[in-house]
């Protein structure tokens, strides 16, 4: 797997050459026509005090490697919202998930749910971008990214009407986060340099996160079950990609999903998790 480092580098060259039949001036004017974007934020937190599902469209995965051909991507996308999916996760990074803009373009043209861009963004081109193509959210990776840079992409995001999931794996990632004005701060369970999934990261993470942040509990959901649990540490959303693209029937896993999200012995209250870390130490992870 390449270094934060090295998908930086290659990150940025791709752009730069996408920017040479694109420049930034016209891909502005593309995204000020698109149509308004929704409101990610409220439907990822549409079920309170329970946990909504986004489903997530890819082809490959660094770990598990080729997963589906997926040829209508518009058609899955159909079949999450038909399971209950509140907003569907669209990956458009080619190299390691052979997802497509095109792909993007598909879920967009097929369904009316708030949809996320997710890529290894990090420039502003890449945030008009999004906007051009339709998108209502965008990933940004805290551990990808300077502080500094994070600030500004997020502001960027939201001064376009769009919301960032900025994706954490510590503490201290989810601080920034926070810093950065994140709206919605997804905690992912999987260890991106050893794909080892930890579905204890959500619980060691969310009383960091103040109570009006929307918390979304990124990968490693294999069922109900998974999703249940993570509604029980608190989490408001749950992302879940490769069961859904390998499952022969996604609708009707989608629906067991959200049905075990909505049961009646969850009731996880984040405001009383939450507590204010004054008193932990700066370096801490
Ligand atoms: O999915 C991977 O194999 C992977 C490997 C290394 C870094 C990131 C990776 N996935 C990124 C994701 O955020 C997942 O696509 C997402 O959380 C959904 O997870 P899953 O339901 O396990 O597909």
């Given at each position: 797997?390449?270094?934060?480092?090295?998908?930086?580098?290659?990150?940025?060259?791709?752009?730069?050459?996408?920017?040479?039949?694109?420049?930034?001036?016209?891909?502005?004017?593309?995204?000020?026509?698109?149509?308004?974007?929704k409101?990610g934020?409220?439907a990822l937190?549409s079920?309170?005090?329970?946990?909504a599902v986004m489903g997530e469209i890819k082809r490959?995965?660094?770990?598990?490697?080729?997963l589906d051909?997926i040829e209508d991507p518009g058609e899955l996308a159909r079949e999450y919202v038909a399971g209950g999916s509140v907003a569907i996760s669209v990956v458009?990074?080619?190299?390691?998930?052979?997802g497509?803009?095109?792909d993007f373009?598909a879920v967009r043209r097929a369904v009316e749910v708030p949809l996320l861009r997710k890529?290894?963004?990090?420039?502003?081109?890449?945030?008009?971008?999004?906007?051009?193509?339709?998108?209502d959210m965008?990933?940004?990776?805290?551990?990808?990214?300077?502080?500094?840079?994070?600030?500004?992409?997020?502001?960027?995001?939201?001064?376009?009407?769009?919301?960032?999931?900025?994706?954490?794996?510590?503490?201290?990632?989810?601080?920034?986060?926070?810093?950065?004005?994140?709206?919605?701060?997804?905690?992912?369970?999987?260890?991106?340099?050893?794909?080892?999934?930890?579905?204890?990261?959500?619980?060691?993470?969310?009383?960091?996160?103040?109570?009006?942040?929307?918390?979304v509990?990124?990968?490693?959901v294999?069922g109900p079950?998974?999703v249940?649990?993570?509604?029980?540490?608190?989490?408001?959303a749950v992302l879940v990609g490769e069961s859904l693209v390998r499952s022969p029937d996604p609708r009707s896993l989608l629906r067991k999903m959200t049905s075990?999200a909505?049961?009646?012995?969850?009731?996880?209250?984040?405001?009383?998790?939450?507590?204010?870390?004054?008193?932990?130490?700066?370096?801490?992870?």
């Amino acid at each position: 797997m390449l270094t934060y480092a090295e998908i930086y580098k290659q990150t940025q060259a791709e752009v730069s050459l996408r920017q040479t039949t694109m420049p930034l001036e016209e891909l502005k004017e593309k995204a000020r026509k698109a149509p308004s974007p929704k409101n990610g934020a409220a439907a990822l937190h549409s079920h309170p005090g329970f946990v909504a599902v986004m489903g997530e469209i890819k082809r490959r995965t660094p770990t598990a490697g080729f997963l589906d051909p997926i040829e209508d991507p518009g058609e899955l996308a159909r079949e999450y919202v038909a399971g209950g999916s509140v907003a569907i996760s669209v990956v458009t990074e080619t190299p390691n998930y052979l997802g497509t803009l095109d792909d993007f373009r598909a879920v967009r043209r097929a369904v009316e749910v708030p949809l996320l861009r997710k890529e290894y963004v990090v420039t502003p081109y890449q945030i008009h971008e999004s906007r051009a193509l339709g998108a209502d959210m965008v990933l940004l990776m805290a551990a990808l990214l300077e502080p500094i840079v994070l600030d500004l992409l997020v502001e960027r995001t939201q001064s376009l009407g769009m919301e960032a999931l900025v994706e954490c794996h510590s503490r201290l990632e989810a601080r920034q986060a926070i810093q950065a004005g994140a709206r919605i701060i997804g905690i992912n369970a999987r260890d991106r340099e050893t794909g080892a999934v930890d579905r204890s990261m959500c619980e060691q993470i969310i009383d960091v996160i103040p109570p009006d942040i929307t918390v979304v509990a990124e990968s490693g959901v294999r069922g109900p079950r998974d999703v249940f649990d993570y509604a029980r540490v608190g989490a408001d959303a749950v992302l879940v990609g490769e069961s859904l693209v390998r499952s022969p029937d996604p609708r009707s896993l989608l629906r067991k999903m959200t049905s075990a999200a909505q049961h009646p012995a969850l009731r996880p209250d984040r405001a009383s998790r939450y507590r204010h870390h004054t008193d932990e130490k700066e370096g801490e992870a």
